[in-house]
């Protein structure tokens, strides 16, 4: 019961997603196509979201469940790792039609062929971890 409203606030993005179509196959394909606007929308929008939230942490200087100081370290500058990552994400992305988060909101609405890119996506990131010593960072 400790992680019920987590559980809840998950359910409630998930219906949020789906209804916004930001999981439909076919809206991450015209995106991809550069023929909508309605994906980079909610892209934007999520942005906008995220680094006006980021910044009232930082100013009211919010504190954890624990009562720690929230402390958001700065990112290194802009690097070919960064560069390198997003586009093997993007290209992920657009060869499966389907973003990390929403595989699981598509699971969970029966899309069951999405199963094996989850399976790709975990040994995606076992791969990764096992490598993560050998590649430059």
Same mark, same amino acid.
């Given at each position: %019961? +400790?992680?019920? &409203?987590?559980?809840? $606030?998950?359910?409630?993005?998930?219906? $949020?997603?789906?209804?916004?179509?930001?999981?439909?196959?076919?809206?991450?394909?015209? @995106?991809?196509?550069?023929? *909508?606007?309605? %994906?980079? /929308?909610?892209? @934007?929008?999520?942005? !906008?979201?995220?680094?006006? =939230?980021?910044?009232? @942490? &930082?100013?009211?200087? @919010? &504190?954890?469940?624990?009562?720690?100081?929230? $402390?958001?370290?700065? &990112?290194? +500058?802009? *690097?070919?790792?960064?560069?390198? =990552?997003?586009?093997?994400?993007?290209? /992920?992305? !657009?060869?499966? =039609?389907?973003?990390?988060?929403?595989?699981?909101? %598509?699971?969970?609405?029966?899309? %069951? *062929?999405?199963?094996?890119?989850? $399976?790709?996506?975990?040994? =995606?990131?076992?791969?990764?971890?096992?490598?993560?010593?050998?590649?430059?960072?």
């Amino acid at each position: %019961m +400790k992680y019920l &409203k987590y559980i809840l $606030v998950g359910f409630f993005f998930g219906i $949020v997603l789906t209804k916004a179509e930001a999981v439909s196959w076919y809206r991450i394909y015209e @995106m991809f196509q550069f023929q *909508s606007f309605h %994906m980079y /929308g909610i892209i @934007m929008t999520a942005i !906008a979201v995220g680094l006006i =939230g980021v910044q009232i @942490m &930082k100013k009211q200087q @919010m &504190k954890d469940i624990n009562g720690n100081l929230i $402390v958001i370290q700065d &990112k290194e +500058k802009g *690097s070919v790792r960064y560069w390198a =990552g997003g586009v093997i994400f993007g290209l /992920g992305w !657009a060869m499966v =039609g389907a973003c990390p988060g929403p595989i699981f909101i %598509m699971l969970g609405a029966g899309f %069951m *062929s999405v199963g094996l890119i989850l $399976v790709g996506a975990l040994l =995606g990131t076992f791969l990764y971890g096992v490598l993560k010593d050998k590649l430059p960072h």
